[in-house]
């Protein structure tokens, strides 16, 4: 939305997904927080020191599930597992 104009169709597209979409996720989204900032900070550390990169954005995932103790649901193992977490591919 960031990127439409000014105008009566974005404040109706702003409205519909706040009125619509957001409470179908209200209570369901983890914020990332300053437990996870921590989690990611140790996690791009380990995943450098074993010689693997990990993204930004898998970063991101990857510290708000080890700040909340849960596993990562992936096709896309490998950053997560350079991460040390516990990972489970639904297509295995």
């Known amino acids: 939305m ?7 169709r974005k404040d109706a597209l702003h409205e519909n997904i706040e009125r619509r979409i957001v ?8 914020p990332f927080d300053a437990d996870a900032a921590t ?10 020191a074993n010689g693997q990169g990990i993204g930004v954005a898998d970063g991101y995932i990857a510290a708000t599930a080890a700040a909340n103790d ?3 649901a992936t096709r896309d ?12 591919n639904p297509w295995e």
């Open 2 to 8: 960031a990127v439409l104009p000014d105008g009566r």
């Open 23 to 30: 409470p179908l996720f209200r209570g369901r989204i983890l």
């Open 39 to 48: 989690e990611y900070a140790t996690l791009r550390a380990r995943a450098r």
């Open 70 to 72: 849960l596993s990562i």
């Open 77 to 88: 193992a490998a950053p997560f597992v350079a991460a040390g977490l516990n990972v489970i």
